[in-house]
């Protein structure tokens, strides 16, 4: 099975901040990576969608894109709404579909 | 508008069954496949398993097979998890999503998701 690598597990950011999330894979998985973002308590939501495809109504501010095997999610100025835990997920070839361990994004 | 509601979760002793429901209304069911996803107490997501549109296909992850059944009843539009043989590892919330696949028949994506059913295996 693919592996998928996040990091960092947490990070805490100030208003305004841009921040950055990695994800890695262990194998190819070409352009099949989504983020989800999991408010606390909520279910998660799809924010991107191969790699760099923002879902409709997601801010601008979300940036999605890919180097190899490595992938990142960028927050542009990060909002008070933000406070979530973001995760990677690879779609390549049949399932097991496999989840990045997380990213929770903290305000200071 | 497009929802998943999840049913049937609750406490059960290692060694028992459950089994979950998702009920889904706003779209086409039968068009779709379906997912499963847990997530533990404090810990990240896992996929579970998939079933395809028409029922054709099913997957599970490794430490599933064998012990959870995914199943669909397109008539009632609701997607089960048949879970036996429960261990205490299996304590999560279960979440059903559907499969979105693109236009161009390029990628694929979970969306939406419900709200989750809580199951809790302990004695």
């Known amino acids: 099975d693919i592996q998928m690598t996040q990091s960092p597990s947490s990070l805490s950011a100030s208003i305004g901040d841009r921040v950055t999330i990695s994800c890695r894979a262990s194998d190819r998985v070409y352009s099949y990576l989504n983020w989800y973002q999991q408010k606390p308590g909520k279910a998660p939501q799809l924010l991107i969608y191969a790699t760099s495809k923002l879902q409709s109504g997601v801010p601008s501010r979300f940036r999605g894109t890919k180097s190899g095997t490595d992938f990142t999610l960028t927050i542009d100025s990060l909002q008070p709404e933000d406070l979530a835990t973001y995760y990677c997920q690879q779609t390549y070839s049949t399932p097991p579909w496999t989840f990045g361990q997380g990213t929770k994004v903290e305000i200071k | 508008q497009v929802q998943l509601v999840e049913s049937g979760g609750g406490v059960v002793q290692p060694g028992r069954s459950l089994r979950l429901s998702c009920a889904a209304s706003g779209f086409t069911f039968n068009n779709y496949g379906m997912h499963w996803v847990r997530q533990a107490p404090g810990k990240g997501l896992e996929w579970v398993a998939n079933?395809?549109?028409?029922?054709?296909?099913?997957y599970y992850r490794d430490s599933v097979e064998g012990r959870f059944t995914v199943s669909r009843d397109n008539s009632k539009n609701t997607v089960y998890l048949q879970m036996n043989s429960l261990r205490a590892e299996d304590t999560a919330v279960y979440y059903c999503?559907?499969?979105?696949?693109?236009?161009?028949?390029?990628?694929?994506?979970?969306?939406?998701w419900g709200h989750g059913t809580l199951v809790t295996v302990s004695s």
């Open positions: 999503a559907r499969e979105i696949i693109s236009e161009t028949g390029t990628w694929n994506w979970l969306d939406p």
């Open positions: 079933i395809w549109s028409d029922g054709s296909n099913l």
